[in-house]
Every structure is written in C-alpha cells, then in structure tokens.
C-alpha cells in the first residue's frame, strides 16, 4: 500500500543519503591522512637533512667516531715519542761525530813536523856557515822537498771526510723527523680540537 512504499523510498533514501556521507567522510579523511602523510614525510626529509648537516659540520666528532679518534690519536703520540726518542739518539751520534771530526783536525800532521824539522836544521845551520856552504844548501834543498810533500798533503785528514759525510747524512736524518713530527702534532691538535666538540654534536643529534 501506500504507506509501505513510502517507508521503502524514505528507507532507500536515508540508506542513500548515509552512504554519500560515509563515502564524503572516507573521501575525506584519507585526503586528511594523504596531506598527513605528505606532512610527515616532508619533516622526516627535513630531519634528514639537518642530521646530514650535524655529521657533516661534527665529522669525527660523532658518538660513533670519538672512540676510533681517541685510540688514533694514541696511536699518534706512541709515533711522535718514537720519532723523539730516534732524534735523541741522532743528536747523541752526531754530538760523537763532532768530537771525533776535531780530534781528527787537531791530529799531528807527520809532513808538518817533518818540515818544521828541515826549517829549524836551516836556521841551526844559517846561524853558523854562509848560506853557500854545503850544508845550508843541502839543509834548504832538504826544506823545499819537505815543503812540497806538505803542499801535496795539505787538505782534509783522512778520515774526517766520512765523518763529514755521515754528519751531514744525521743531519738531514733529524731535519726529515722534524718535520714529520711537527706533521703528528698538528694532526693530533686538530683530532683534540674536534673530540671537543663530540658533547655539542650528541647533544644536537639527540634533539
């Protein structure tokens, strides 16, 4: 009857009308869940990029790197005491090598003493016969032989070039440590100078 299709088309209605609703409210909170999720992504880019940015500007400063830079850092300095202790002993060898250089130069020289012999026998003679006697002439001949044998050994004396040698060799030996530890300490300087900061960059990466 009429009634009944009446409730029917107000039933099929109210079921119409409830089903827009439900699809409007569906159609809008996975619009609102879509723009969350683009909203969650879009911080999580930007935490990424911040975090990039503290490990970039804390590099070797970072929780995970503190413990491989303290024990570098040990490593450096046993190498640095090693090169100190390698120089000491150069100074040592080289301060030995000095000495030996002056004995060597402070050595009598047997062609000097010779000559200083023939001019004294000179004079001892000039004193008392001419200088035509045949025993001064003999007596200067002798002091000319003797004075060129000097000429041709004047120089160095042996041995004291191998000294110099191995002197300048310890020399550039300590100069090449020198600069190689010089290299350590700034290293370790700047290894100390960033583990400083490890605080500030855990404190960051925390927040």
Do not use: C, W
């Not at 088309?9 to 999720?37: H, I, N, P, S, Y």
Request: aromatic share 2%; proline share 3%; charged share 25%.
């Amino acid at each position: 009857d009429a009634t009944h299709a009446v409730a029917e088309k107000l039933v099929a209605m109210f079921m119409t009308e409830d089903k827009r609703l439900r699809t409007e409210q569906a159609v809008g909170t996975a619009a609102f869940l879509g723009r969350r999720v683009d909203d969650l992504r879009n911080q999580m880019v930007a935490l990424e990029g911040k975090r990039r940015e503290i490990e970039s500007r804390y590099a070797g400063a970072l929780p995970d790197q503190v413990a491989l830079s303290a024990q570098s850092g040990s490593s450096l300095r046993s190498e640095v005491s090693r090169l100190d202790a390698e120089t000491q002993g150069l100074v040592q060898q080289n301060s030995l090598l000095a000495t030996r250089s002056e004995e060597i130069a402070a050595a009598p020289r047997p062609e000097l003493d010779a000559l200083r012999k023939a001019e004294e026998r000179v004079a001892q003679l000039g004193a008392t016969y001419s200088d035509t006697h045949p025993d001064v002439i003999a007596a200067q001949i002798a002091v000319d032989r003797q004075r060129r044998v000097a000429q041709r050994s004047a120089g160095p004396m042996p041995g004291s070039g191998a000294v110099a040698s191995e002197m300048g060799a310890t020399r550039a030996r300590i100069a090449m440590l020198a600069a190689r530890r010089n290299e350590l300490v700034g290293t370790i300087a700047q290894m100390e100078r960033v583990t400083a900061l490890a605080p500030q960059a855990t404190y960051e990466l925390n927040n």
